[in-house]
């Protein structure tokens, strides 16, 4: 079943036949997301019908151990279980090549590989490279491509493709360099910096939201609304990536990229058409009004905080100091909260809290918008007992969807009023499960879409601004940091960084 969310709007690109090449095909990003994504991918029949899959890299695997690797993950990770007509089928388009990242040789065997596969698939010499590989690992993979003639210029020859992950650098210094070593040998145009948040259906949905209904965007602003809360909420601690964790912490690893590029579909100005450059024009002008937080800012505009030990789903669990890999002196947070504006003149003085954090309550990702309370008259003139205002709430995961408050009279002949929700489900409205992010997300890269990628300026500019905070943080050099409670929503700190302003933190 399509999209009905896209339903009559104009396709003008089409995914392109080529060679998806994932260097890093035997980790675990293939094997959860990248692999089992295009499985569903194929039994939708959206890809190409001239289409393969090369995994690269160390591990010592052949073409049928790459596909026994792929075909677990499928069984593990896909939406959809595996049906065997289907995989008998999917299965012919996946080859693996053995070799270090670092030897020219091992460059050579994949472009003899390559050409092979497109002479029997009859690709046209169209490649797509996914870097599912450490930052410190770019530089190496795109100067052996360059020197061994896989990437031809934009417009002359087959198409070059590169998709790199996240994270793009850890302040604005590496993200810079790491963006000066792709655009060495990739066009702008040929770059795709991937979020997969912006591959979810509800943030898809954020610009056809507020675009498409005519009942909204005339409330869209600082005249209308309250305030904006983000909330990124994970259960799980940081289990196997704490070497990863202590280099990044919350701010970096989550504020960086998927809030504030959510935090920019909500706030941007409507692009004059859905050209990819004129929809991430918009979202970039957002992060460039955000407003500077200075070191006298920090204090009362920005919480962090590490969980402490208790207990998860029954069972005692650590706190972040104590769980394996984390230094016992850590000072990495794994909560932050904001308070952030917006300084133009749509969102003047409309505060945007963010928060997220690990080991809270549950995992739950959304954003809501509050809207302005009704005046002190008529139904809400009792001060001890005001009506609870508008909310329109943006789910984006697990129950994808949205819902808006509303205030209703309860049945009875006295007048009460009572909050209500109009709500609505992914799942219940359109039947089948939405698709994952990375499916929209490599499908868009195969048709040179680049609307849901980062561009190369945006990427700065959120860093940009990023390092106010992280500036402060490290100039203060704090020895300790507050914990909060295994399932807890927030550390008391945040708590009082909203109160301070009359207002609270949604219990989700």
Same mark, same amino acid.
């Given at each position: 079943? $399509?999209?009905?969310?896209?339903?009559?709007?104009?396709?003008?690109?089409?995914?392109?036949?080529?060679?998806?090449?994932?260097? $890093?095909?035997? %980790?675990?990003?293939?094997?959860?997301?990248?692999?089992?994504?295009?499985?569903?991918?194929?039994?939708?029949? &959206?890809?190409?019908?001239?289409?393969? &899959?090369?995994?690269?890299?160390?591990?010592?695997l052949?073409?049928?151990?790459?596909?026994?690797f792929?075909?677990?993950?499928?069984?593990?990770?896909?939406?959809?279980?595996?049906?065997?007509?289907?995989?008998?089928?999917?299965?012919?388009?996946?080859?693996?090549?053995?070799?270090?990242?670092?030897?020219?040789?091992?460059?050579?065997?994949?472009?003899?590989?390559?050409?092979?596969?497109?002479?029997?698939?009859?690709?046209?010499?169209?490649?797509?490279?996914?870097?599912?590989?450490?930052?410190?690992?770019?530089?190496?993979?795109?100067?052996?491509?360059k020197?061994?003639?896989?990437?031809?210029?934009?417009?002359?020859?087959?198409?070059?493709?590169?998709?790199?992950?996240?994270?793009?650098?850890?302040?604005?210094a590496?993200?810079?360099?790491?963006?000066?070593?792709?655009?060495?040998?990739f066009?702008?145009?040929?770059?795709?910096?991937?979020?997969?948040?912006?591959?979810?259906?509800?943030?898809?949905?954020?610009?056809?939201?507020?675009?498409?209904?005519?009942?909204?965007?005339?409330?869209?602003?600082?005249?209308?609304?309250?305030?904006?809360?983000?909330?990124?909420?994970?259960?799980?601690?940081? %289990?196997?990536?704490?070497?990863?964790?202590?280099? #990044?912490?919350?701010?970096?690893?989550?504020?960086?990229?998927h809030?504030?590029?959510?935090?920019?579909?909500?706030?941007?100005?409507?692009?004059?058409?859905?050209?990819?450059?004129?929809?991430?024009? #918009?979202?970039?002008?957002?992060?460039?009004?955000?407003?500077p937080?200075?070191?006298?800012?920090?204090?009362k505009?920005?919480?962090?905080?590490?969980? $402490?030990?208790?207990?998860?789903?029954?069972?005692?669990?650590?706190?972040?100091?104590?769980?394996?890999?984390v230094?016992?002196?850590?000072?990495?947070?794994?909560?932050?909260?904001?308070?952030?504006?917006?300084?133009?003149?749509?969102?003047?003085?409309?505060?945007?809290?963010?928060?997220? %954090?690990?080991?809270?309550?549950?995992?739950?990702?959304?954003?809501?918008?509050?809207?302005?309370?009704?005046?002190?008259?008529?139904?809400?003139?009792n001060?001890?007992?005001?009506?609870?205002?508008? &909310?329109?709430?943006?789910?984006?995961?697990?129950?994808?969807?949205?819902?808006?408050?509303?205030?209703?009279?309860?049945?009875g002949?006295?007048?009460?009023?009572?909050?209500?929700?109009?709500?609505?489900?992914?799942?219940?409205?359109? %039947?089948?499960?939405?698709?994952?992010?990375?499916?929209?997300?490599?499908?868009? &890269?195969?048709?040179?879409?680049?609307?849901?990628?980062?561009?190369?300026?945006?990427?700065?500019?959120?860093?940009?601004?990023?390092?106010?905070?992280?500036?402060?943080?490290?100039?203060?050099?704090?020895?300790?940091?507050p914990?909060?409670?295994?399932?807890?929503?927030?550390?008391?700190?945040?708590?009082?960084?909203?109160?301070?302003? $009359?207002?609270?933190?949604?219990?989700?």
């Amino acid at each position: 079943m $399509g999209n009905p969310l896209t339903a009559g709007l104009a396709q003008n690109l089409i995914p392109q036949p080529c060679t998806l090449v994932i260097f $890093g095909g035997a %980790g675990d990003l293939s094997a959860r997301k990248l692999l089992p994504a295009l499985y569903n991918l194929s039994l939708d029949g &959206v890809l190409p019908t001239n289409f393969a &899959v090369v995994g690269f890299a160390r591990n010592e695997l052949d073409d049928s151990t790459f596909r026994a690797f792929a075909r677990d993950g499928i069984e593990r990770f896909s939406r959809r279980p595996l049906d065997e007509a289907h995989w008998a089928d999917y299965s012919r388009s996946l080859f693996y090549v053995t070799g270090s990242f670092t030897d020219a040789q091992a460059y050579v065997e994949l472009k003899r590989r390559l050409e092979k596969i497109d002479s029997e698939f009859g690709i046209p010499g169209n490649r797509v490279f996914y870097l599912s590989i450490p930052p410190s690992l770019i530089a190496t993979c795109v100067e052996q491509l360059k020197a061994n003639g896989f990437v031809a210029d934009p417009g002359e020859g087959p198409i070059s493709r590169v998709i790199v992950e996240k994270p793009i650098g850890r302040d604005l210094a590496t993200a810079r360099a790491i963006n000066a070593t792709l655009a060495r040998t990739f066009d702008e145009s040929q770059t795709f910096r991937i979020d997969h948040y912006l591959g979810k259906e509800t943030v898809q949905n954020i610009l056809v939201l507020r675009f498409a209904n005519s009942v909204l965007e005339p409330l869209w602003n600082a005249k209308y609304v309250d305030h904006v809360q983000l909330t990124v909420a994970e259960e799980e601690g940081v %289990g196997l990536r704490a070497g990863y964790y202590e280099e #990044a912490g919350a701010l970096r690893d989550m504020v960086q990229n998927h809030i504030l590029q959510v935090l920019a579909m909500i706030a941007m100005e409507p692009p004059w058409s859905l050209d990819p450059e004129n929809v991430r024009d #918009a979202k970039l002008n957002v992060l460039r009004c955000l407003r500077p937080l200075t070191a006298g800012d920090i204090d009362k505009q920005v919480v962090r905080a590490q969980y $402490g030990p208790g207990y998860h789903h029954g069972e005692e669990v650590p706190g972040y100091r104590r769980e394996e890999g984390v230094r016992r002196d850590s000072t990495t947070e794994t909560y932050v909260a904001l308070k952030v504006f917006i300084d133009n003149w749509r969102w003047a003085g409309v505060p945007f809290y963010i928060r997220t %954090g690990k080991r809270m309550p549950k995992r739950v990702s959304e954003a809501a918008i509050y809207f302005k309370p009704v005046p002190e008259i008529l139904f809400n003139t009792n001060r001890d007992a005001p009506l609870e205002p508008n &909310v329109l709430t943006l789910r984006i995961q697990p129950d994808e969807g949205f819902s808006l408050r509303l205030s209703s009279k309860l049945p009875g002949p006295k007048v009460r009023i009572y909050p209500v929700k109009m709500d609505f489900h992914y799942g219940a409205t359109f %039947g089948d499960s939405s698709p994952e992010a990375y499916e929209r997300l490599l499908l868009d &890269v195969m048709a040179g879409d680049a609307t849901l990628f980062m561009r190369r300026d945006a990427v700065e500019a959120a860093w940009a601004w990023m390092m106010g905070v992280l500036d402060a943080w490290e100039s203060s050099r704090t020895r300790y940091l507050p914990e909060y409670p295994t399932g807890d929503w927030s550390p008391v700190e945040a708590d009082r960084l909203i109160e301070a302003d $009359g207002r609270k933190w949604r219990t989700l």
